[in-house]
């Protein structure tokens, strides 16, 4: 009774501690450009507009995090935003579907290239990066095909999920859904399991190569989601090719990472969400500063890697992956 009730403790003691580490970013990252520039940065109405560009990405990062928890990559994340959307548009607008082809297109559409990429991965025995990187500029292909001359672009009676309360519903929807294959279903231990080790996973009488390709088409779906409330917000999507869809990829892989690094105080999916509110505040901050994006991008990347270097302690003979 003494050993359970010392256990759920010190559990909630490192789900508190990782809380603090997240809002101990999220304030300093705040008070640090609002001293910088304090007259464009950092009002409610400023950061009600960095809280719905994070709820976009995180709405597909909390998806992706199936795949990196496993130890796999994606490089098809744009692509797959990018095709997802101009699917959902063309079906919502083209052929007269209104939200059921919105919603439906682009989550299946997502949950359909999910699967391609596991498929893929699990059969040609490569790494998931060489085969996902290769499948992005088909996706990227089919994207410009269907889109046409033209970006596809979304009715404006359509685009009710790109502001409150609209992309915060959605989005709480996917976080939830994504908090409950996590923590309460065989998908959520399995995914444990194999990224844990693989070797043991399988000597457990695990289908590995079956949970790779859910997880892909997990992520895909979540993906999907993404699209919805991007479409919806910026109301056009152009189909970009030659691997610029890639773009796309950096912000929900760096919630993923901070997903991963926080996964030892039991709070993986909080840490994307409040993680991608962090990474965004530092984007407007930099925006307000006027600074370019590639100065932006590689403050970004270096704040990742000390986060992760601070939250992420690597035992004597441990193998880092």
């Not at 685009?159 to 994504?178: D, E, K, S, T």
């Not at 030892?264 to 901050?285: D, N, R, S, V």
């Not at 601070?310 to 003979?317: A, C, D, F, I, N």
Request: net charge positive; with cysteine; hydrophobic share 50%.
């Amino acid at each position: 009774m003494g050993t359970s009730a010392g256990t759920s403790a010190r559990k909630i003691s490192g789900k508190a501690m990782g809380y603090l580490i997240l809002l101990a970013l999220v304030v300093a990252s705040w008070a640090i450009f609002k001293i910088i520039t304090p007259h464009n940065f950092g009002t409610p109405r400023n950061l009600l507009s960095y809280l719905e560009s994070s709820l976009m990405i995180s709405a597909g990062a909390v998806g992706f995090y199936f795949v990196m928890v496993m130890g796999m990559f994606d490089f098809s994340i744009g692509a797959n935003i990018m095709l997802s959307a101009i699917v959902g548009t063309v079906l919502a607008s083209r052929y007269n579907l209104g939200y059921f082809g919105l919603i439906g297109g682009c989550i299946l559409t997502g949950a359909i290239v999910g699967l391609l990429n596991g498929f893929f991965y699990v059969k040609l025995r490569i790494p998931s990066m060489i085969v996902t990187t290769g499948l992005a500029l088909i996706y990227e292909s089919i994207a410009s095909y269907v889109a046409g001359p033209q970006s596809a672009t979304l009715p404006s009676d359509l685009r009710a999920l790109g502001g409150m309360p609209g992309n915060l519903i959605v989005a709480a929807i996917a976080f939830a859904v994504a908090y409950v294959l996590l923590n309460y279903t065989k998908i959520g231990t399995y995914t444990y399991a194999i990224g844990s080790n693989e070797f043991v996973a399988k000597n457990m009488g695990i289908n590995v190569n079956l949970y790779k390709v859910i997880a892909f088409m997990i992520a895909g779906a979540f993906l999907g989601v993404e699209a919805i409330l991007t479409i919806s917000y910026g109301s056009s999507m152009v189909a970009e090719t030659g691997m610029l869809s890639m773009s796309r990829n950096f912000y929900p892989t760096m919630g993923c990472f901070l997903g991963l690094a926080l996964k030892k105080y039991g709070i993986p999916i909080p840490a994307i969400i409040i993680g991608e509110f962090f990474l965004q505040i530092i984007y407007y901050g930099f925006v307000a500063l006027g600074a370019p994006t590639a100065v932006n991008d590689v403050i970004s990347g270096l704040a990742l890697l000390i986060i992760v270097t601070l939250t992420t302690k690597v035992t004597k003979g441990e193998i880092v992956k």
